[in-house]
């Protein structure tokens, strides 16, 4: 399967590499309070949020709604109901009926449980250390002050906006339909999606992030006919569960391998006479002997893919795989979908080169579009499909879901410049057509 798709931004663009006097005062507003958003980052870090930490979650969400309220938004806590089990989402809307409607994305969790020993903000000199310190609660700070930055120097009103912080992002609810719908919502009602997660640089080059591959899972189930393993091969007994499962995930990598931006793994098998297997937990136990052929397989893997034309590709090519049996074997695959891929397309490219033209003005140079396999999945790409995107609009950080996570604080006041400059372009655009 050939995927026909262009990954570049131009430096062709028709937007300005020089600040107005309107963006000149955006700026040195932000350099001049950028203090403050470390100190919201600071008490956002400071509580607790791992997504099954609910208390905490809805805490940080109580922060950011009263900054929200603040700037005059219409708020609202959404929560979940039981069967999802998840503390829900802030949602804050300004809409004034004119200017482009944009919505900017967050998320209030983090992957560091109530359990963990990592809870606090640290700060030595430019560098902050601290659970979700920089995924993803310096994006949520940023959002908060792009928005003060504008309503400061009087344009906050030429825009309408919409945030959403969801607050299952690290380890997203189920079923989909019920905990992704208001952010889907808002991405209908949306001209543009901006997420918040970190930037990325190297090669002393910011990059924009145009696309993610999705992430979706799957389950290999396999049985065998159990017997002495003297008989192995022969036509009564066959090749056992374990032979097939080899069979199979040699196939996968021979046939289904090499289309770029697919990529899927094989995380963990459990296989013997006897297979438990909890996919939610990830845990399972197997008994076995070495002179018993193996009744049961189970492999549990993930996938990820750059567009759902290429998903659906992959997957029927797996499930060919897996119909071709061994003797006295079955298998099946199931599948289960979790973030849908966001795809390049014309419209995240044009964003991208607006704010590269930002980034210029800002001293900072151009902004290549970025590698997609060089990013996770993320909420944004719920909302792709129905708006134009971009994505990795937050500060600089390393060692994120570790102990050694850390913040670059001195990005900060760019992520901001960047984030509130290009939303004012963006309105400037809609006035001048």
């Not at 992002?169 to 339909?177: I, Q, V, W």
């Not at 950080?397 to 850390?406: A, I, K, L, R």
């Amino acid at each position: 399967m050939a995927l026909l798709v262009a990954i570049s931004v131009s430096s062709a663009t028709a937007g300005s590499s020089e600040l107005d006097s309107t963006e000149a005062r955006i700026s040195a507003w932000i350099d001049a309070n950028a203090s403050g958003a470390i100190g919201l980052l600071e008490e956002t870090v400071n509580i607790g949020s791992g997504t099954m930490n609910h208390e905490g979650v809805r805490e940080v969400g109580k922060i950011m709604r009263r900054e929200l309220d603040a700037l005059g938004f219409d708020s609202a806590w959404i929560d979940m109901p039981p069967e999802v089990n998840r503390a829900g989402h802030l949602f804050a809307y300004r809409d004034v009926s004119r200017g482009p409607k944009i919505l900017m994305i967050g998320h209030l969790d983090t992957v560091f449980e109530s359990d963990d020993a990592f809870q606090s903000f640290e700060k030595d000199g430019d560098i902050a250390r601290g659970p979700g310190v920089d995924d993803m609660k310096s994006g949520n700070a940023i959002i908060i002050f792009a928005l003060k930055a504008l309503a400061e120097v009087g344009v906050l009103d030429e825009v309408s906006i919409a945030v959403a912080y969801t607050g299952d992002e690290e380890k997203t609810g189920a079923p989909l339909s019920i905990a992704r719908k208001d952010l889907i919502e808002a991405g209908r009602w949306a001209d543009f999606a901006l997420g918040f997660e970190s930037a990325v640089t190297y090669d002393d080059t910011d990059w924009a992030t145009i696309a993610r591959r999705s992430s979706s899972s799957w389950v290999l189930t396999v049985e065998g006919q159990q017997a002495h393993s003297s008989g192995i091969f022969n036509e009564e007994v066959g090749a056992g569960a374990i032979f097939e499962a080899a069979r199979i995930l040699n196939g996968f990598y021979d046939e289904v391998r090499g289309d770029e931006y697919l990529t899927f793994n094989a995380g963990t098998i459990q296989g013997g006479t006897k297979v438990e297997y909890d996919p939610q937990q990830n845990r399972g136990s197997t008994f076995g002997k070495t002179n018993v052929v193996p009744r049961r397989v189970v492999v549990h893997g993930g996938m990820r893919t750059i567009s759902v034309d290429q998903l659906a590709w992959a997957r029927a090519a797996m499930r060919s795989v897996v119909e071709k049996h061994l003797p006295h074997t079955l298998a099946t695959i199931e599948f289960e979908d979790r973030y849908p891929p966001m795809s390049p397309t014309d419209g995240n490219q044009r964003l991208a080169l607006l704010l590269s033209d930002v980034n210029e003005a800002l001293g900072r140079g151009e902004m290549p579009a970025l590698d997609p396999s060089r990013r996770g999945a993320a909420d944004i790409s719920f909302v792709a499909p129905y708006t134009d995107a971009l994505a990795g609009l937050g500060a600089l950080g390393e060692g994120g879901h570790t102990p050694n996570e850390s913040l670059d604080l001195s990005s900060m006041p760019v992520a901001i410049k960047r984030a509130a400059i290009l939303i004012y372009r963006l309105s400037q655009e809609s006035q001048q057509d």
